[in-house]
């Protein structure tokens, strides 16, 4: 097993003697070949040549070199004298004994040779198995090669160029590969380097670009994403040309089809009988329109049905015109006319009673209680305001018992009215006279009968005629009594209690005058107020508990009652207030 192999003692690779470098002139040896432990190379003596090294042989391309192979140094013995007394001694392994001794010279040859080639890390092998024993051959590196990206329009690499010497660096190669030889190493094609920016045939250069046609290949196209977006801009301003003006023209003309408009579908069934629908629907049928034409004047004014039998109520000044000769016309909500004449009329209470004849269906509107009436309450104003028949509006109740006066258009005050009237902002107008006045439930409550005009009320040039949400209508209750009257008799009477009052009286309440009409005596014999002890000079402020202002309103308020009724004056006299009570007589009227 160990034929060949010297048995002394070897030093070990980990375990050498530290040795200073060579001096000036001192050529280093190079390790001797062994196989085995890894034995320190011997030095070389002064006669010995290094062998020269192999020169490499040039191969094809993508062929890998052969391997040098790797020349024995011959072993030189040396003396134990040789070594240095620095030397560390090296320890034994087993029972091996120690080798000769190292001259210093040969230490720092072995150092040297150790820097130069890599040692293993590994304990030697004894039975020289790879990867285990002595290191093989050493073979130069192939060069490092960067693959190169083909070049555009499919251009082919150069072909392979020769590569210098200086290609592969010496210090690359180990010392036994380091080539001698200057020969150009042929290089593979498909790793030459490409110059895009060469002249064409030159030494990684590209060649002639490559033609379809007459065109190359290499010349730039021209954009067609350009032309794209061009395009894209031309077809958006037409749209938005066109769009505009299909816009205009939708809107100034309506659009292009026929327009038809959402619209709810017809609803069936009445309103509710509370509201003004309901109310105007039950009441129009009972209301009428008169035209009145006779003594050189005519009129236009309303009235409403009270019976089957054809009497129809109104207002006095609307039939004044025709009560000695004269023309009445009734129209009736159907638009159906007839004939009517004169029943009875009161000047006083500015009523009057007409009949028509020959005339079915006759629908009388229902009477209320005007006494149960109260502010706020809603109602229905029915009429033919400046002569528009049928005409309805809404309001409430502003007020109650507000005394007014109405006419004294012939100036000797018989024609003259004192009504205790209920006051509404329904909208009442001329030819609203005579109307019904209907609460929530289409009942009558009152007769409108005047308003207040802006301006004061009064006629003529510049007056203002019209509603100014100031209307009077006379209680339902009152008018009510009067047309029984009239219907019955002809004439209607009139509650006095038998005094002259002095309308010039500016003083709060409503004074006795002294004397009479034609210097008769202000207080009638045996009259109610004789009976109760009335003076002349007397000054009446209340009637039963209520202020008086004034004469009218003494008038109004006693007129408000029936003959018959007890009343309670309250009076002063001599600065001391008293009561008298008595009981209304009565009076016929006009």
């Known amino acids: 097993m160990n034929d060949g192999k010297s048995t002394g003692q070897k030093p070990k690779w980990w375990s050498r003697p530290t040795s200073t470098r060579p001096e000036a002139g001192e050529i280093p040896e190079p390790p001797v070949a062994d196989e085995g432990d890894f034995t320190l190379a011997a030095p070389a003596t002064p006669d010995a040549q290094p062998a020269p090294a192999p020169t490499p042989v040039p191969q094809q391309a993508g062929a890998t070199e052969a391997p040098v192979e790797q020349q024995a140094v011959p072993e030189v013995k040396t003396e134990p004298q040789d070594l240095a007394p620095t030397e ?11 080798g000769p001794p190292v001259e210093p010279q040969d230490q720092v040859t072995a150092q040297a040779q150790s820097h130069a080639q890599p040692q293993p890390l590994h304990e030697p092998d004894e039975y020289r198995t ?19 990206a083909t070049p555009a329009h499919g251009v082919p690499a150069p072909p392979p160029q020769a590569v210098p010497p200086q290609a592969v660096p010496p210090q690359a190669l180990p010392p036994q590969a380091v080539p001698q030889s200057t020969a150009p190493v042929p290089q593979p094609a498909q790793w030459v380097q490409y110059d895009p920016w060469g002249a064409p045939g030159a030494a990684g250069a590209p060649a002639a670009p490559l033609t379809v046609g007459a065109e190359p290949l290499g010349k730039p196209r021209r954009s067609r994403r350009g032309l794209a ?24 003309n309506g659009g292009i089809t026929t327009v038809e408009l959402p619209q709810a579908d017809v609803e069936g069934g009445d309103r509710a009988p509370e509201s003004v629908a309901g109310i105007a629907a039950s009441a129009l049928p009972s209301v009428v329109t008169l035209h009145v034409s006779g003594a050189g004047s005519s009129g236009t004014g309303t009235g409403f049905v009270l019976d089957t039998q054809g009497h129809i109520l109104t207002n006095n000044h609307v039939v004044d015109a025709a009560a000695a000769s004269g023309d009445i016309s009734v129209t009736f909500s159907s638009g159906e006319t007839a004939s009517a004449k004169l029943v009875g009329k009161d000047s006083g209470y500015d009523l009057a009673v007409v009949k028509v004849t020959g005339v079915s269906g006759l629908k009388p509107l229902p009477l209320g209680n005007s006494d149960d009436v109260r502010v706020g309450d809603p109602v229905v104003a029915i009429g033919a305001p400046f002569d528009l028949q049928n005409t ?3 309001g409430i109740i502003s007020a109650k018992e507000r005394p007014i006066t109405a006419g004294g258009e012939k100036g000797d005050g018989s ?5 205790d009237a209920l006051q509404t902002d329904a909208p009442i107008n001329p030819g609203n006279s005579g109307g019904p006045l209907v609460d929530s ?10 308003i207040r005009a802006a301006g004061g009320g009064e006629s003529g040039e510049g007056a203002q005629s019209g509603s100014i949400g100031l209307g009077f209508a006379i209680p339902i209750n009152q008018g009510k009594r009067v047309a029984e009257e009239l219907i019955n008799t002809g004439k209607a009477t009139h509650p006095v209690i038998g005094v002259s009052l002095d309308m010039q009286f500016n003083g709060d309440g409503a004074r006795v005058g002294d004397k009479g009409k034609d210097g008769s005596a202000s207080i009638t014999p045996g009259g109610p107020a004789a009976k109760a002890g009335i003076r002349p000079g007397d000054v009446i402020t209340k009637v039963d508990g209520q202020r008086v202002h004034s004469g009218e309103e003494l008038i109004v308020k006693i007129r408000a009652h029936r003959p018959g009724d007890r009343l309670e004056l309250t009076l002063k006299r001599g600065g001391k207030e008293q009561t008298k009570t008595l009981t209304l007589g009565s009076s016929q009227g006009d």
């Open 441 to 450: 439930k289409a009942r009558v409550i009152g007769i409108n009968s005047a």
């Open 415 to 419: 024609d003259v009215s004192y009504v």
């Open 88 to 98: 560390v001694p090296v320890e034994p392994r087993g029972q091996v004994p120690a």
């Open 229 to 252: 977006l061009v395009g894209a801009l031309i077809f958006a301003l037409i749209t938005g040309v066109v769009g505009g003006a299909i816009g205009a023209y939708v809107e100034r």
């Open 392 to 394: 309805v509006t809404s």
């Open 130 to 148: 790879p990867p285990y024993g002595g290191p093989g051959p050493w073979a130069p590196a192939p060069p490092v090669q960067r693959p190169v």
